[in-house]
């Protein structure tokens, strides 16, 4: 299973980008998918995620600002990201939660990670 995420780059604060991440590969199921990200100095941390059945989990820090949202057809997410800050500057990873048959376990996959800049 790959995960190829897309659409970072610089960003004034106050703007917007809008990240994509799609799997592909040999998935039987999906649970989870999501975003972190990891600022330099820091460790890598949860921004949000979405359950199979559209449940969705939110960073405080991003709460209001950012929306998930994913296509399970596609095996897809997407991040919308308003009112950037400064402070959302950092690499932002894409994850999946799959099974790549009904007998496995559910195990963790990650994307390559996008850079957000966000500077005036």
């Known amino acids: 299973v790959q995960l190829q995420a897309s659409g970072g780059g610089l960003a004034q604060p106050g703007g917007s980008l809008r990240l994509s991440c799609a799997a592909s590969?040999?998935?039987?199921?999906?649970?989870?998918m999501g975003w972190y990200r990891q600022a330099p100095g820091k460790q890598r941390e949860l921004v949000t995620s979405?359950?199979?059945?559209?449940?969705?989990n939110y960073a405080e820090s991003v709460k209001g600002r950012f929306t998930i949202s994913r296509d399970s057809g596609k095996n897809a997410v997407y991040l919308q990201m308003n009112s950037l800050e400064p402070e959302d500057t950092a690499v932002y990873y894409c994850?999946?939660?799959?099974?790549?048959?009904?007998?496995?376990?559910?195990?963790?996959?990650w994307g390559q990670g996008t850079l957000v800049t966000v500077s005036s």
């Open positions: 979405i359950t199979s059945g559209g449940s969705t």
């Open positions: 590969g040999s998935i039987s199921s999906t649970n989870t």
């Open positions: 994850n999946g939660r799959f099974r790549t048959n009904r007998y496995s376990p559910f195990r963790d996959y």
